[in-house]
C-alpha cells in the first residue's frame, strides 16, 4: 500500500517567507512539532493508503483534471490554527487572493477521485500550510494569540501544477517522494 497525497509545491520564496517565520515563532516552545522546511505544501486532499494500481488511476485522473486547468497565483497568509484557540492542535498559514480558484480546483479532483470510488471531505476544503503540530501541552492562549496577530512578509506563489506524493512515516518524522507531476494546460504531460 501507497500512503499517499495531492499537493500544491510553494514558490521559492513563499518555502523562505515560512522558513524565516517558523525561527520566529519558536516563542510558542517545545510542545510544537514543527514541518521540516523541505516537507512544507498546501494539501489539496489526503488520499490514505492507496495499492499501486490505484495511485496510476488517481495519477490518470488528476493529469485529466490538470490539463483542464489555467496557471493562477496565490499569496500565503494569514497564520491560524485548528481547531480551536482552546484547544490548538494545528498551526498554519492559510492563503488569500485566488481562493475561488483554488476551492474550484479541489473540487474538480475531488469528482474525478470520487469516480475511482475516493470518498469526497465531507469537510469544507481551507486552503492552508501545515507549518507545525502542538503534541502535549499546548502553548498559552497568549502565545497562541501572538502567533494569529503575526504579519507574514508578502509571499506569492504560481499554483501550475498538482503534485502527487507518497508519505512514509518514520520516527523522525514523514518523509515524501513525488510519484508524479501534473502541469496545468491543454496538452501538458
Known amino acids: 500500500m501507497v ?10 520564496e513563499a518555502n523562505r517567507v515560512i522558513r524565516d517565520s517558523l525561527t520566529g515563532f519558536r516563542f510558542l516552545g517545545k510542545s510544537v512539532r514543527w514541518v521540516r522546511p523541505e516537507n512544507i505544501h498546501l494539501t489539496v486532499k489526503f488520499l490514505g493508503d492507496q495499492t499501486p494500481s490505484a495511485i496510476r488511476d488517481i495519477s490518470a485522473a ?8 489555467q496557471p493562477f497565483e496565490i499569496k500565503i497568509g494569514p497564520t491560524g490554527i485548528f ?7 494545528v498551526l498554519w498559514i492559510g492563503t488569500k487572493g485566488n481562493n475561488e480558484a483554488i476551492r ?4 474538480l479532483v475531488e469528482e ?12 469544507p476544503f481551507s486552503p492552508h500550510i ?7 501541552r499546548p502553548p498559552s492562549q497568549d502565545s497562541i494569540i501572538r502567533l494569529l ?12 501544477r498538482l503534485c502527487l506524493y507518497q508519505s512514509r512515516l518514520t520516527p523522525a518524522g514523514p518523509i515524501y517522494k513525488l510519484l508524479s507531476n501534473h502541469p496545468f494546460g491543454k496538452g501538458s504531460s
Not at 500512503?3 to 509545491?9: T, W
Not at 474525478?112 to 470518498?119: M, P, S, V, Y
Not at 501545515?130 to 502535549?136: D, N
Open 3 to 12: 500512503r499517499s497525497f495531492l499537493a500544491i509545491n510553494l514558490s521559492p
Open 62 to 69: 488528476v493529469q485529466e483534471v490538470a490539463s483542464g486547468l
Open 83 to 89: 481547531p480551536s484557540l482552546k484547544r490548538p492542535r
Open 104 to 107: 474550484r480546483m479541489h473540487g
Open 112 to 123: 474525478a477521485l470520487a469516480h475511482l470510488g475516493i470518498e469526497k471531505d465531507d469537510r
Open 130 to 136: 501545515t507549518i507545525g503540530r502542538i503534541k502535549g
Open 149 to 160: 496577530k503575526s504579519d507574514l512578509p508578502p509571499a506569492v506563489t504560481l499554483v501550475d
